[in-house]
């Protein structure tokens, strides 16, 4: 059952579309529109429409908008004001709705926030997926041209058509193993591609939208900044290896994350030597990004995901989402639990700092094999609820907050709705 969400969680949800330039779907005329908001104001929103041929567009004309955001579906309805450079100008929808139908699945959480606690003499601990990015699952809108369903003839097709762009290419899985080196680390840490020499979008004529699905520059200088343990030297590991690789005259080496929802399953590697009159052909990064994505279909529709000795981190609890009130969470339907209404202390990180919360159990939903628990904080301290509201929502009252917490319990209590 679709859930209207609030001014403010609107205005939140599209500066954060903006600000990562993530893609949003225009249904307009019965065509379906790659777009980016571009800006907004209360009264309207210009999309930037990512694709060749902009459509013939004019006043009134009905217009609706689909996107994700923290793994769930939202839908408007709206009208065009009027086509502008690139894209189209239209009006504030008057609603917006949430799918509840997708809230579980489909999840991207901010980043540097966790929650532990002993339960059962069980040691818990949450944490919010490693990637940055976020990719659902779904069969192919397009038709490949083979059975997406049949492993065999996706390889044998990847192999074929790598030979276009890649005199060596490969697909590395990460099965039960955590990410060697430092490029294996960048691009399970960010969901992104890696291309060398590095960076390619400085070098090379790339498109915006396939920027956006690049590591950059920038984002390697904030994680040495941010997340130095990790992350430290980054840039001069990349310079050094796109210096060898000129040595060697390579043209590039291109490393494209499989993304399993918010996981990195394992990436496809491609390298290509330089030939005379040859040129970086930006196409590469469409072709592995949309195969990445096939490839993960695949794997899903062959069961792979589904082996009890298979990435079994997939199964284990999980924290689904936080609000300046309290905190959701899975964990297995045969695994430790907590009661209606039990008390429990949590510890919670929050990017460096660490402190103690007392919470209470306040809905318990059993699907399917996962048990969901929310948790409603009843001791918190007042500066750390503050933190939580500037690093959730990017406000700093709680009483505005209080918005989202009520959102959040709706959707507990409708029908089909989760925790």
Not at 142 to 166: I, K, N
Request: proline share 6%.
């Amino acid at each position: 059952m679709p859930q209207k969400i609030s001014r403010i969680e609107l205005e939140f949800i599209l500066k954060s579309l903006k600000e990562r330039r993530a893609s949003v779907e225009l249904q307009l005329d019965g065509r379906r529109l790659p777009a980016i908001v571009s800006s907004f104001n209360d009264e309207q929103i210009t999309f930037e429409i990512l694709s060749d041929e902009l459509p013939k567009t004019h006043e009134d004309q009905p217009i609706e908008m689909l996107f994700q955001f923290r793994g769930q579906t939202f839908s408007g309805k709206s009208k065009v004001v009027k086509p502008v450079e690139s894209g189209v100008l239209v009006r504030q929808p008057r609603a917006v709705h949430r799918d509840l139908a997708r809230r579980f699945p489909r999840i991207l959480a901010p980043r540097g926030i966790g929650v532990y606690f002993v339960l059962d003499e069980q040691a818990i601990s949450l944490s919010f997926p490693d990637s940055e990015q976020y990719a659902p699952v779904q069969k192919p809108s397009f038709d490949p041209g083979f059975d997406v369903s049949q492993l065999t003839d996706l390889l044998q097709a990847f192999r074929e058509r790598a030979l276009q762009y890649a005199a060596e290419s490969k697909i590395v899985m990460l099965r039960d193993r955590k990410p060697k080196g430092m490029f294996e680390r960048l691009i399970v840490h960010t969901g992104r591609i890696l291309v060398l020499p590095f960076p390619v979008e400085q070098s090379q004529t790339v498109p915006p939208e396939a920027v956006a699905n690049l590591i950059t520059r920038h984002r390697v200088e904030t994680l040495e900044r941010e997340m130095a343990e990790q992350f430290s030297g980054a840039l001069q590991v990349l310079t050094d290896a796109s210096n060898e690789m000129r040595r060697k005259k390579l043209m590039y080496e291109l490393y494209c994350p499989i993304l399993y929802y918010q996981y990195v399953v394992g990436y496809l590697y491609l390298v290509r030597p330089i030939a005379p009159g040859a040129e970086f052909d930006p196409e590469v990064l469409d072709f592995v990004w949309q195969y990445a994505r096939v490839f993960a279909y695949s794997l899903e529709a062959n069961g792979y995901f589904r082996s009890d000795e298979t990435r079994p981190e997939l199964r284990k609890a999980e924290l689904i989402d936080l609000s300046a009130n309290g905190v959701l969470f899975s964990v297995p339907k045969d695994g430790p639990s907590l009661g209606m209404y039990a008390e429990t202390r949590l510890e919670l990180r929050l990017d460096r700092r660490r402190a103690s919360v007392q919470a209470r159990v306040v809905r318990r939903i059993e699907e399917g094999e996962r048990v969901f628990l929310g948790l409603q904080f009843t001791k918190i301290a007042p500066e750390l609820q503050r933190a939580l509201c500037r690093r959730l929502y990017g406000i700093d009252s709680p009483e505005e907050a209080e918005e989202f917490s009520a959102i959040e319990l709706e959707d507990l209590e409708s029908p089909g709705g989760s925790a």
